[in-house]
Every structure is written in C-alpha cells, then in structure tokens.
C-alpha cells in the first residue's frame, strides 16, 4: 500500500509552546489529507480535512486558531498545535487519500504528543 | 444514531477459530467501506476495502456488504493471536468524508 510519513512520532513540550507535527504521503500525491485525534481507548475523532492549496476545513468543536493546519503541496500537510496545554496530550494521526486511484485512506505512524 | 457503529466487544475468539466483526452505517449514500485494524499505540492499517454489494476475499479476510440492510461485516478465518487487535469499520459518506465506527476489540486466544 501507499506510505505515509508522520514526523514527529514522539514529542513532549512545556506548556504554552507551539508544536508542529508534519505528515508527507511519500510515494503518491494526496489532494486531500485529514488530521485526526485518538486518546486512550478511545476510536479516532477527525479534527480537519486538509486539501492541497486551500483553507482547512475543521470540525465542529476543533478550533482552528489552535489547530493550524497548512497543505502547501500535494504531498506535504502540517498540523501545529498552538500554545499546547495538558488537556491536548494525545495522540495524533494523519492520513491521506491519493489524487487519483481507490479511496482509500492511508495512514501515518501517528505523533504522541505529552505536554507538561 | 451513530453514522457508524460497531459493537465495542472485547469478542474473544479461540486460535483457529472464525471471527465475525460486524457493522451499520446510517448514510444510504455511502459507497465505500473499509476494515482496518489497529495495534495498542499504533495507527491504523488497511486491511480490506469493498464497493460492491457481496463478498470480497483477501487470504484470510472476507468483506461482506449489504447495501440495503446497510450493513458491512469482516469475518477472519483460522484465527492467530496476531490478529488480536482493535478493528476499526469506515464509511465513505456521500460528503466526501471517510467515518470511523468506534472499532471492535479482538482477542484470539490460544
């Protein structure tokens, strides 16, 4: 299948700071990407869809202005948490869906953010 | 009403055995359907996709689709404890989203 690369997959900042989490589909080019949020035991919440060279589209209840999302080009989207706080440890998980071909979507190795 | 759900299990099934994982979708206008499966910590793999009512076959793994009853099924056959994970049923919605049931809990026990 169709990779995808997330990076970091481990981060741990302070609280206050800004992290910045970035997902490349590395073998195929991805018009659309999503960022989702998992915690413990929980299934995944899709938090924005990402489409190359526009605006994010996010869900009700993610605010956008602490969720900053950036699809630059067609295999490239990065997720910035803004002024993390505790309540936004979690682990976070991209995926994209190729410009052309099956729907599917393949995913990222996911970025387990800690903030102090 | 959830838009896809799933029974949260966990469904412990013994080594070798059938496991049937079950799902309902709520949008008639959904057209694709997927099964991926999760490890405790990791993200989400691919493991079968289906478009068309009936079944498809993958090695071990058959997708089912019943598109009037709205329903889409995994069955998983000669069980390992490999397969022991989280399975995540998706739903292609007619907005151009994919949707995520809450996933079904597998063990297989040896």
């Known amino acids: 299948g169709a990779v995808v690369s997330q990076h970091p997959s481990r981060v741990i900042c302070k609280s206050g700071t800004s992290v910045k989490i970035e997902c490349r589909s590395l073998?195929?080019?991805?018009?659309?990407m999503f960022w989702y949020r998992q915690f413990p035991k929980q299934s995944l919440m899709l938090m924005a869809t990402?489409?190359?060279?526009?605006?994010?589209?996010?869900e009700q209840g993610v605010e956008k202005d602490k969720f900053l999302i950036n699809h630059a080009s067609l295999t490239l989207s990065t997720l910035t948490v803004t002024s993390a706080h505790p309540e936004d440890s979690s682990f976070y998980i991209c995926?994209?869906?190729?410009?052309?071909?099956?729907?599917?979507?393949?995913f990222g190795e996911g970025s387990r953010l800690t903030v102090l | 009403q959830k838009e896809v759900e799933q029974n949260s299990g966990p469904l412990s099934v013994p080594e070798g055995a059938i496991a049937s994982l079950n799902c309902t979708y709520s949008d008639r206008g959904s057209q694709s359907f997927f099964w991926y499966r999760q490890y405790s910590g990791k993200s989400p793999e691919l493991i079968m996709s289906i478009y068309s009512n009936g079944d498809k076959e993958d090695g071990r793994f058959t997708a089912q689709l019943n598109k009037a009853s709205q329903y889409v099924s995994l069955l998983i056959r000669d069980s390992q404890p490999s397969d022991s994970a989280t399975y995540l049923c998706a739903v292609g919605s007619s907005a151009s989203k994919i949707i995520f049931g809450s996933g079904t809990r597998l063990s297989i026990r040896p």
């Open positions: 990402s489409n190359e060279g526009s605006k994010a589209t996010y």
């Open positions: 073998d195929f080019q991805a018009t659309t």
């Open positions: 995926s994209a869906r190729a410009a052309s071909g099956p729907e599917e979507l393949f």
